[in-house]
């Protein structure tokens, strides 16, 4: 028992059930009677009126309050469920251990409440009066600390391992929606944009006062009979080839898109005549070499094409029948080439 003042002793005599002074479990974060006797020689007395703010999360603490009758709510913020103090319960103590040190909660009286408050200064001198129950009270409260930490490490990973669950979540549904996405804007056979791709990149260059100011559009000739003649797999082959043929003259600004059938369309952001011409001229030179299936011959379908120049004035209906009325006149002279209608 050497080193140990009276105080000390009778502090471990007035441990309440389930407490050690080895630092066994401490069920609640309370003063003994001795503790709290020493304490109220040092500390003064605080009264504090229903909800009325102690102090507030993030101030600087630097005292130590005992609750002496009443009751106290601790509110750590959100997410964290506040915690309710009663009689002889303590809190605030890190603010006699580390300077500087910020509150981590926010504490208000739930009723009227009468505390003690112990400054450091009280404290240094409580030292000097009783050093071996200030020894244990920190003790105890050192392993409150590092009982605090552990539990806040346990609910960081539990919080960790539902976030990456949620991130989990959140990346399938994002896949699912653009899964999605591509479903409602992506043609299924040739993969490039439908109809709607095409309604979207028009309300898209609207919007940024940049239109298209060139338009192909593009139509097989007599593609039923190349599905009679050759089947309908052959058909779709032609298609999906010449769907890339039809992708790769359209830049990052630009479109291109299968409207339906037979029928495509290519919406160039930048053009003139000329240009409109060679990408046209392109088009023909590449479907020329197309085979319907691996191992036929080259040349088992043509394409007539109608060009049409575009300005900010023109409204895509009016565009596309200019350019419908150019691909007709290019299908009644025999197909195969292409006809452009100046705009």
């Known amino acids: 028992m050497s080193g140990m003042g009276v105080g000390g002793l009778a502090l471990q005599a007035e441990l309440p059930a389930g407490s050690s002074p080895a630092g066994g479990v401490v069920r609640r974060a309370q003063v003994s009677a001795v503790e709290c006797a020493l304490f109220a020689q040092f500390g003064r007395r605080r009264i504090l009126t229903t909800d009325e703010i102690l102090f507030q999360r993030g101030d600087a603490g630097t005292s130590m309050f005992i609750v002496i009758s009443g009751a106290i709510s601790l509110d750590f913020g959100p997410g964290q469920a506040p915690k309710q103090l009663g009689a002889n319960d303590f809190f605030g103590e890190l603010g006699l251990l580390i300077d500087s040190h910020s509150r981590s909660s926010a504490a208000r009286a739930c009723c009227a409440t009468e505390l003690l408050e112990v400054s450091c200064a009280s404290f240094h001198r409580l030292i000097d009066q009783d050093p071996a129950t200030v020894v244990f009270f920190l003790r105890r409260t050192l392993w409150r600390v590092v009982s605090s930490e552990q539990r806040l490490i346990g609910q960081l990973s539990r919080r960790n391992e539902e976030l990456e669950v949620a991130l989990g979540n959140l990346y399938s549904a994002s896949h699912e929606l653009q899964h999605t996405r591509e479903l409602i804007y992506t043609d299924d056979l040739t993969g490039m944009g439908n109809r709607r791709a095409l309604t979207v990149y028009l309300q898209n260059s609207h919007r940024s006062d940049r239109r298209p100011q060139g338009l192909l559009l593009i139509d097989c ?41 037979d029928e495509f369309c290519v919406l160039l952001q930048e053009a003139d005549a000329e240009r409109l011409s060679r990408v046209a001229g392109f088009i023909l030179e590449a479907v020329r070499g197309l085979v319907a299936f691996p191992g036929a011959m080259p040349g088992a379908c043509s394409v007539s094409i109608g060009l049409v120049l575009m300005d900010g004035r023109d409204h895509w209906n009016d565009a596309y029948s200019r350019a419908d009325g150019a691909l007709y006149e290019a299908k009644r002279l025999g197909g195969g080439r292409m006809q452009w209608t100046p705009g």
């Open 221 to 261: 000739d007599d593609f039923k009979g190349l599905n009679d003649s050759q089947g309908h797999l052959a058909g779709d082959h032609m298609l999906q080839c010449l769907g890339r043929v039809l992708t790769s003259v359209a830049g990052k600004d630009d479109i291109a898109c299968r409207l339906g059938g």
